[in-house]
Nanobody, 126 residues
């Protein structure tokens, strides 16, 4: 499995921005599609965004489309989640996840991902 460590969470006012980072180690980073999920208090963990191995394909939850952007730097073994126009309902613990697959593979299901980070808290105040 690949090891994942998230960073970049924090407290931000509504309308603000944050960029989350997820550093991967232990396996060949380019073999993995990378995803972001989140879990708000009292709710189930949900899909946010995913990017393919080649970075040629991305997929977003409807709730973040147009506000969030996922990217990856394969030279740095890192995936990013740029979050703009944040809303209080974006408050959650954000998790990075990895799954091996073909070059354009972009699953949305948590069950497809075998490696997970420990999570980073994002709090958006109104």
């Amino acid at each position: 499995q690949v090891q994942l460590v998230e960073s970049g969470g924090g407290l931000v006012q509504a309308g603000g921005s944050l960029r989350l980072s997820c550093a991967a180690s232990g396996r060949t980073f380019t073999n993995y599609a990378m995803g972001w999920f989140r879990q708000a208090p009292g709710k189930e963990r949900e899909f946010v965004a995913v990017i393919s191995r080649s970075a040629g394909t991305t997929n977003y939850a409807d709730s973040v489309k147009g506000r969030f952007s996922i990217s990856r730097d394969n030279a740095k073994n890192t995936v990013y989640l740029q979050m703009n126009s944040l809303k209080p309902e974006d408050t959650a613990v954000y998790y990075c996840a990895a799954t091996p697959g073909t070059y354009l593979y972009t699953p949305r299901s948590q069950a497809a991902f075998g490696s997970w980070g420990q999570g980073t808290q994002v709090t958006v105040s109104s």
